[in-house]
Every structure is written in C-alpha cells, then in structure tokens.
C-alpha cells in the first residue's frame, strides 16, 4: 500500500485527480475508470470538472446505488454523479447500479457481469466511518461479488445529511462486493477529515480483517492511499 499525506482537502483533490488523469492519459487506447459517491470524491470530480481532458475512451462503473431509487431520484447516485460529473464531462458510456428494478438481486448479476466484462482499471474509493468501503459494510465476506446488502444504522445515520430525514435514507443498496472491487487493476482510496482517522488507522495498521472492510486493501498490490492531515492523524 503506497500513501500520501496532503495538507488540506482542496490539495487531496488536486493530488488524486491527477493520479486518475495520468492512469486516462496513459490508456488513449480506453479503460474503465470505477467511480465514487459520497463527500470524498466531490474535489476529485470539481477538479475533473474543470479541466478539459478528452474522456470519451473512458467506460465509468459506479460503485453502488440505494435500492429503492430511482435514477431521477433527487439522492440517487445517478443524480450525484450527473451533477457532480456526468453533465460536465463525456464518457464512452458510464454505468451504476439501478435502484428501483423489482428484482435487486437479478440486479446485482447483471451488474455484476457487466463489471467483470469491463475489468476496472483504477478504482476510485473513500472509506466509511466504520471502514466500509463501497456499501460492503463489517462482516462482509472478503469475495463477496456484487449484491443487495442491508445498511448498518450508523451508515444511514452518516449518510443522512444527503436527505431530509433520516427515515428517507434507504435500509438496502446494491453495491459492488469486495471481490469485484479486489478485481481492479488499481485502486485510489482518498480520505479526509477527523471523522475518518479511526477507520484509516485500522486499515493502514491493523491486521485484515472483516470487522473493518477497508483491511482487504493490504491484500491488493496497487493501491495508492490519499488522506490529508486530519484523516492521517491517528498514524
Ligand atoms: C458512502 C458510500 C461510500 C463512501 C462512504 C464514505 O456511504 N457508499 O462509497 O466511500 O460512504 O462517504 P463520505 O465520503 O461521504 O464520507
């Protein structure tokens, strides 16, 4: 695992994005770039945003999606992503999860396949509170493949900011499985803030281990890591 320490959230950005501009730049033959939702990618796609480099061989894969949510849904990760990304920047072709199929798990394979006939070649993340990465809350199997998995409350709790109440952030989503995200060619974790010191420090120091889902990334053997000085101070 190779990391960084940045002063501030705005030079993390800055850092990562070019981190994924040399991977793009580097494949003008096209790749497939695994992407974000949540706060810590949000810098990462301003800059993206504002520079003007050619995407169009670039096929994107989001991570997850709410089940239960629409595309057009205000908090959906499609609504993220196309304001965040999407209605700036153009893509081969870019693919999440859809929320509101009648059959999540049927979902999840058909994603889950389209995934795998892709491959990732570097895979956005941040990490969750409690080490989760992607949804793949504690516990989840270290192969698990893309599936319907039940939020913990403190996840609904940390993600509720995006909603009105809390009652309005959904119980299950889809998300890619830590297997499918292991699959990536690369991976580029970025953290900030105070909030996410805890989890950083098990993941960079602790042994690997279920109970904090972000140890799998010992495992892999490209990892970049990004925190800035908040994230990185219970190192
Ligand atoms: C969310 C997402 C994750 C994200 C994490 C941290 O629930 N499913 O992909 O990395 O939690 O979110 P944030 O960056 O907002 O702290």
Not at 28 to 49: C, Q
Not at 135 to 158: C, I, M, Q, W, Y
Not at 174 to 197: D, N, P, W, Y
Request: hydrophobic share 40%.
């Amino acid at each position: 695992m190779k990391w960084m320490i940045v002063e501030k959230g705005e030079e993390l950005a800055q850092v990562a994005y070019q981190f994924l501009k040399q991977e793009i730049e580097r494949h003008p033959e096209g790749l497939t770039v695994g992407l974000a939702t949540g706060s810590s990618p949000v810098g990462v796609y301003e800059e993206w945003r504002k520079d003007s480099l050619d995407c169009r061989h670039v096929t994107t894969v989001n991570l997850d999606e709410y089940v239960g949510l629409s595309p057009e849904h205000p908090q959906s990760y499609h609504t993220f992503m196309q304001e965040h990304l999407f209605k700036d920047v153009a893509f081969k072709e870019s693919f999440v999860p859809i929320g509101d199929t009648e059959d999540s798990v049927r979902e999840s394979e058909r994603y889950e396949a389209l995934v795998r006939n892709r491959g990732i070649d570097i895979q956005l993340l941040g990490i969750g509170a409690n080490g989760h990465i992607a949804f793949n809350e504690p516990g989840t199997p270290f192969d698990a493949k893309t599936h319907v998995t039940e939020l913990t409350e403190s996840t609904r709790e940390a993600n509720q900011r995006f909603f009105d109440r809390l009652e309005e952030v959904p119980t299950k989503a889809i998300t890619m499985g830590i297997g499918t995200i292991m699959e990536a060619k690369k991976i580029l974790l970025v953290a900030s803030s105070e909030r996410k010191a805890e989890a950083v420090r098990d993941m960079m120091e602790g042994v690997a281990t279920t109970d904090c889902p972000a140890t799998v990334l010992k495992r892999h053997a490209d990892v970049m890591v990004i925190l800035d000085e908040e994230a990185a101070s219970l190192l």
